[in-house]
T-cell receptor, first 117, second 114 residues
Framework: GAVVSQHPSWVICKSGTSVKIECRSLDFQATTMFWYRQFPKQSLMLMATSNEGSKATYEQGVEKDKFLINHASLTLSTLTVTSAHPEDSSFYICSASPPDRENQPQHFGDGTRLSIL | AQSVSQHNHHVILSEAASLELGCNYS??????LFWYVQYPGQHLQLLLK??????LVKGIKGFEAEFIKSKFSFNLRKPSVQWSDTAEYFC????????????FGTGTQLKVEL
């Protein structure tokens, strides 16, 4: 079945560091990928929609200069948390779905736990 | 704006007990409905989905859900839970059309005791 790979799975770094998270669709091409953020004991909140070949679409309240998204190819989207601070510590999850043939559901990566010291 | 409400945040059941997890949504249009499960240490996995047709949908591992349009509900059920069903369950809603962004409920943590 469709698989989405996310890397790294865990990052611990100092405040002020920029962190890049990769999301890959392993056996299908995805023109659109989604980035979510999940705080402890809370739901997944959509941050942005990553569009291959064009700018990402950010949800209200998400700083586009803080969370840089690049959809470089049909199988790779990256999320870069720039100048990360402790409040950016969270669980980041990406998802993608194969091209729409019969309303394909999204497939999720394993997530990246980001801890900023 | 769309929203999804899951009423049960924590549920504890004994093995063989029946399960029903509530999910209500608010959305101004036709929707696709999903239940995802997240086992400890694993990624979100699709349990079942509703796009159209029979409002009673069956998913993996004996789960089913019923879409009641008049109640804006999509409750998840299983007649007899197992210890291995211990996980977090998320209800999600998205506009019709595959691959679109989803709105998730807050999740229900299910613990099944032996």
């Amino acid at each position: 079945g469709a698989v989405v790979s996310q890397h790294p799975s865990w990052v611990i770094c100092k405040s002020g560091t920029s962190v890049k998270i990769e999301c890959r669709s392993l056996d299908f091409q995805a023109t659109t990928m989604f980035w979510y953020r999940q705080f402890p004991k809370q739901s997944l909140m959509l941050m942005a929609t990553s569009n291959e070949g064009s700018k990402a679409t950010y949800e209200q309240g998400v700083e586009k200069d803080k969370f840089l998204i690049n959809h470089a190819s049909l199988t790779l989207s990256t999320l870069t948390v720039t100048s990360a601070h402790p409040e950016d510590s969270s669980f980041y999850i990406c998802s993608a779905s194969p091209p729409d043939r019969e309303n394909q559901p999204q497939h999720f990566g394993d997530g990246t736990r980001l801890s900023i010291l | 704006a769309q929203s999804v409400s899951q009423h049960n945040h924590h549920v504890i059941l004994s093995e063989a007990a029946s399960l029903e997890l509530g999910c209500n949504y608010s959305y101004g249009g036709t929707v696709n409905l999903f239940w995802y499960v997240q086992y400890p240490g694993q990624h979100l996995q699709l349990l079942l989905k509703y796009f159209s047709g029979d409002p009673l949908v069956k998913g993996i591992k004996g789960f089913e859900a019923e879409f009641i349009k008049s109640k804006f509900s999509f409750n998840l059920r299983k007649p007899s839970v197992q210890w291995s069903d211990t996980a977090e369950y998320f209800c999600a809603v998205g506009p019709t059309g595959g691959g679109n962004k989803l709105t998730f409920g807050t999740g229900t943590q299910l613990k099944v005791e032996l």
